[in-house]
């Protein structure tokens, strides 16, 4: 006789209590001690032929833990099979009570699958930006190339350095007077309206001479990688040895042919063209993606599986214990540390909320990946090693996680497709420079 109560009914959480006889308990012992005797080998006995009570006392203790085992199964699919449950993760076993010649008791909890509800795609209104590639975007395009190949000379004392030149400093920057890790460096060359460092730091050496020395004054931003820095003010004490200019060489034919196995000037204009059109459709698609995602977090609303989005908690947390381990002053204070656990909670219920809801997508619309895709995604990444592409392809084929990894990307992709699809879109043509100060924003 088998005894099932529910003892706790919550949302996705389900709780049984499960008591099995004696009796039950007993007789599966029994067909544990016999599935033994037909394989096991005793010395003085053929196989199959050691007696059924030699086994159930020498083994007592094993059979007693397979038939638990065995009829704990029985008992769970069972349960599930009756109440049509969907599980998202593993059954989790308590055992109360498990002898020889009493009752067995045992606990067992459930986990299901949340029933996502209908999406209504159609709601989601989409600002999607095209890119018009000018002719100002190709100019500088074929600029860089040029600075690619430039000739730098040495400027002499009296020379005021302008942006686009190269000057090579010491630098030693200061908090309050106190120097900080990673703020120090001799003869680092610097061209000036790269950007390379922060807040106006280039643009405070214009006008500069070699052997000028200069306090620069900047404001670490508030996103900052090193949280010590983030919106500090800072004094960097510059010292500058050169100032160099450049020389471009002359763009032609020649030129193109010797340097980048280009024919002519028009080619390369093609060519700037297709990959700034290529570079900002991505682009524009991780925007439309994060618009998508940040839309579907708040428009679809159903319960969320807890086991699932501890065990993503514990992945991303994990990477930032690791950081601590490197960096110990990472949080100033225990308070900080549960901020930021708080914003990776909420970074995990966020992941575990798409994942779902894409998965939802992709599985009512049958939308898959193809294994020609997968091929295909493998040689457009492999083309960026010419000579190593196919020991690039066979790496990713023989390694299951990274290629699981392509897969999942693939179908992502594949699946935000299928929502723009049906989303309201409203396309809006732009330039670069006008899209990249929109982002600025």
Do not use: C
């Amino acid at each position: 006789m088998t005894d099932v109560k529910k003892i706790f009914d919550k949302n996705l959480e389900k709780k049984f209590s499960v008591k099995i006889s004696a009796e039950n308990l007993k007789k599966q012992i029994e067909e544990e001690a016999l599935k033994e005797q037909k394989k096991l080998k005793v010395d003085g006995f053929r196989v199959g032929k050691v007696p059924v009570e030699f086994i159930k006392n020498k083994y007592s203790a094993v059979l007693l833990s397979d038939a638990a085992e065995s009829l704990v199964d029985q008992s769970v699919n069972k349960i599930i099979k009756e109440n049509n449950f969907n599980l998202i993760s593993r059954p989790k076993i308590e055992v109360k009570n498990l002898e020889n010649n009493k009752d067995f008791d045992f606990e067992v909890s459930f986990e299901l699958y949340p029933e996502i509800p209908e999406i209504k795609l159609n709601k989601m209104h989409i600002k999607k930006q095209k890119i018009n590639v000018s002719k100002k975007d190709i100019d500088e395009g074929k600029n860089k190339l040029l600075k690619s190949k430039a000739k730098w000379a040495e400027e002499g004392k009296d020379y005021q350095a302008k942006l686009g030149d190269k000057v090579k400093i010491d630098f030693l920057g200061k908090i309050k007077d106190v120097p900080f890790e990673g703020g120090k460096a001799e003869n680092y060359e610097l061209e000036l309206g790269s950007k390379s460092f922060i807040d106006s730091f280039e643009d405070q050496l214009v006008g500069k001479k070699a052997g000028d020395n200069v306090d620069v004054k900047v404001t670490f931003p508030e996103n900052y990688q090193k949280k010590e820095l983030s919106g500090q003010p800072a004094v960097f004490e510059v010292k500058i040895h050169s100032i160099s200019t450049s020389k471009l060489p002359e763009l032609t034919n020649e030129f193109l042919k010797e340097n980048f196995a280009i024919e002519t000037i028009e080619k390369l204009e093609e060519i700037i063209q297709k990959e700034l059109s290529e570079m900002y459709t991505n682009t524009i698609r991780n925007y439309i993606k994060e618009e998508v995602f940040e839309w579907l977090k708040s428009n679809v609303k159903f319960d969320m599986p807890k086991s699932i989005i501890d065990e993503e908690f514990d992945r991303q947390w994990k990477s930032v214990e690791d950081e601590l381990k490197n960096n110990p002053n990472k949080f100033k204070d225990d308070k900080e540390k549960e901020k930021e656990k708080e914003k990776v909670r909420k970074d995990a219920e966020d992941s575990v909320k798409l994942g779902l809801i894409l998965s939802e997508i992709g599985k009512i619309n049958d939308i898959k990946v193809e294994d020609t895709e997968v091929i295909e995604s493998l040689r457009r990444m492999a083309s960026a090693y010419p000579g190593q592409e196919q020991m690039i392809i066979d790496f990713y084929m023989k390694n299951k996680s990274m290629l699981n990894q392509i897969t999942g990307n693939l179908l992502e992709n594949k699946v935000i497709d299928y929502i723009t699809s049906k989303a309201d879109v409203e396309e809006i043509e732009t330039t670069i420079e006008d899209f990249l100060a929109s982002k600025k924003k």
